[in-house]
């Protein structure tokens, strides 16, 4: 698989594959595909807690619109004035929306995508929502994605497949609309999980596309299907492959797993690091 075809770059971004994302080169600066490439790749940095590597990746004086958005995202995580970077982001949303910006539709939509997300985890949800334009009124998958995430982050399932419904009916049946869904079903427990299951199990058989964030979905799934051991197995594997105890929600699920598990003191062991 090439590194510098975009799209297998947005497969490994949205499967939560941010270690390989960050251990590739970038295409040559000349490509079309340098710049969103790079936006992913800068993303990835994030999702690891690696904001510093955004700094040297991504000139602060870029005129990318979506690269600076991710820029200022990563200065609001760790900046302690945090405030003032949500601020650069909403006067990013609004310049996109100039007739005279020099932006594509894409590279807008990523941009709102850049600022929900930032939005969301400043626990802004209606602003997070409004700038992703939920409620049905966007056609950005990714952005779709992320509504749907936070309508099941504040126990509206119901807003959550509505979103999924109404992209059905425009998107592509691709893998992040199968993710969509997958995610969803995990919630509800439509099924009984095995839809969740088949997806995960699916993903992982491709080892590009693999990852801990996929091997802790599956696990999870495995746990509410009752599916002690393998869901141990999974979330064993998860941690190997993270180097060690470094993800709260897979801890999280291994010190549930212990438990339920025959040697109970297990569980008391986890819940140190958790």
């Known amino acids: 698989m090439e590194f510098t075809d975009l799209y297998n770059v947005k497969q490994r971004f949205f499967l939560g594959a941010y270690k390989s994302l960050v251990e590739q080169n970038l295409p040559d600066p000349s490509s079309e595909d340098y710049a969103p490439i790079l936006f992913y790749k800068a993303r990835a940095h994030i ?33 302690p004035v945090g405030d003032a970077a949500l601020e650069e982001l909403r006067d990013l949303c609004v310049e996109i929306e100039g007739d005279d910006v020099e932006a594509t539709e894409r ?17 802004e949800i209606e602003e997070a929502l409004e700038t992703l334009g939920a409620e049905s009124t966007t056609e950005n998958l990714e952005a779709v ?8 982050s504040i126990h509206r399932p119901d807003l959550a497949r509505k979103e999924f419904e109404h992209a059905k ?45 996929l091997l802790t979905a599956r696990g999870v799934t ?14 064993e594997e998860a941690v190997l492959q993270q ?8 801890l999280a699920a291994s010190v549930v797993a212990a438990g339920l598990g025959p040697k109970k003191d297990d569980a008391e062991e986890l819940w140190r690091y958790v």
């Open 243 to 250: 180097g060690g105890h470094d993800d709260a929600e897979t």
């Open 145 to 152: 994605a992320i509504a749907v995430q936070i309508y099941l």
């Open 47 to 79: 999702a690891l807690g690696d904001t510093e590597s955004v700094a040297s990746l991504i000139p602060t004086d870029t005129e990318n619109l979506p690269l600076k958005a991710v820029l200022v995202f990563a200065n609001y995580i760790t900046s």
């Open 107 to 123: 590279e807008k939509s990523w941009v709102r995508v850049v600022a929900g997300t930032a939005f969301a985890r400043a626990n």
């Open 222 to 235: 495995r746990l509410l299907r009752g599916e002690v051991q393998e869901a141990k197995s999974d979330l």
């Open 169 to 213: 009916q425009w998107a592509e049946d691709d893998l992040l609309l199968q993710l969509i869904e997958s995610c969803i079903g995990l919630v509800t427990g439509k099924d009984g999980y095995s839809d969740s299951q088949s997806f995960y199990t699916e993903q992982l058989a491709n080892p590009s596309l693999s990852s801990p964030h």
